[in-house]
């Protein structure tokens, strides 16, 4: 497995493999600190792109708000990429911060509506700041497939926009969230979370399970299904509730009625860590 450094490395890369065979080229974004989450979604790339799979790592910084956590985000690059060598990845793309974002740089991408809804109000430029990575990334890499979870729902709906949008050759793949035993979705942050966060993290994905519960019995009414959420929160008062909403996942605009393909997502500080989850109505 190569560790690559310049957006020039990385393009010459993908470019020598399109002269050389047929299958498509993938493309994992990650900020690093990898689980095993993050390890099913190169798994999955693997699968799809033997022998031709690019991991990124890289904590962006301008996702993050100016009182957010991106001096004390994980970083953890040998475990990485020994994860991401296990999992199939074929090179590691690990740029600097002025690799990607040159002295001077001014150009960023707005998906305007989407980058204000969802986790976007709650962290004002986040989407800003995601929506610019992955297009330098896609741009870099010129990835047939990228590979995103399903847990950054809203993340996904900005980037399926975006791609739409500049008609970018790049076709998402939306893996499955990944928990663990006791339900709780995988995520970096979850290492911030002490014993007893961690207990009372649970209730995210209880949250989501009773609405899944809800759903199967019949109930379609939005109204109904958050305040049957918000009720296990409150058995969790330590919790600060962020949201939970019913949205079309299209336009992350709230919706009246569960039909298959909205998303339900709640989100919500456990201590001093923000935490996500949701579900797909099937």
């Known amino acids: 497995m190569q560790i690559l450094h310049t957006v020039e490395e990385l393009r010459r890369w993908s470019r020598s493999l399109r002269c050389t065979a047929e299958s498509p080229i993938g493309l994992v974004p990650t900020m690093g600190a990898l689980h095993n989450g993050h390890a099913s979604l190169i798994r999955s790339a693997a699968q799809r792109c033997p022998g031709r799979v690019a991991v990124s790592i890289f904590v962006n910084p301008t996702q993050f708000g100016p009182n957010e956590d ?3 985000y994980p970083r953890t690059f040998a475990a990485d990429c020994e994860i991401a060598e296990r999992a199939g990845a074929t090179v590691i793309f690990a740029p600097s911060v002025e690799e990607m974002y040159p002295p001077g740089a001014s150009t960023f991408i707005d998906v305007e509506g989407l980058s204000e809804r969802l986790d976007g109000k709650s962290r004002p430029g986040h989407f800003r700041g995601v929506a610019t990575v992955v297009a330098k990334l896609f741009i870099a890499a010129e990835p047939d497939l990228a590979f995103f979870g399903q847990k950054d729902a809203a993340q996904v709906a ?14 998402l793949v939306i893996c499955p969230i990944v928990r663990e035993p006791d339900g709780l979705a995988l995520s970096s942050r979850n290492v911030y979370l002490s014993p007893e966060e961690r207990r009372q993290a649970l209730v995210l994905s209880s949250a989501i399970r009773r609405v899944e519960e809800a759903v ?3 109930e379609r009414v939005s109204s109904n299904l958050i305040e049957a959420a918000r009720k296990i929160f409150a058995g969790e008062p330590q919790v600060r509730v962020d949201y ?6 299209d336009t992350l605009l709230p919706v009246n009625s569960a039909v298959p393909g909205t ?17 797909i109505i099937r």
Do not use: K, Q
Not at 263 to 279: E, K, M, Q, S
């Open 70 to 72: 991106f001096a004390r």
């Open 216 to 218: 199967a019995g019949g």
């Open 263 to 279: 998303l339900f997502a709640v989100a919500a500080w456990v201590g001093n860590t923000r935490l996500i989850d949701n579900t």
């Open 158 to 171: 900005v980037l399926r926009r975006m791609v739409t949008d500049l008609r970018l050759a790049t076709n």
């Open 244 to 249: 939970v909403e019913l949205v079309d996942w």
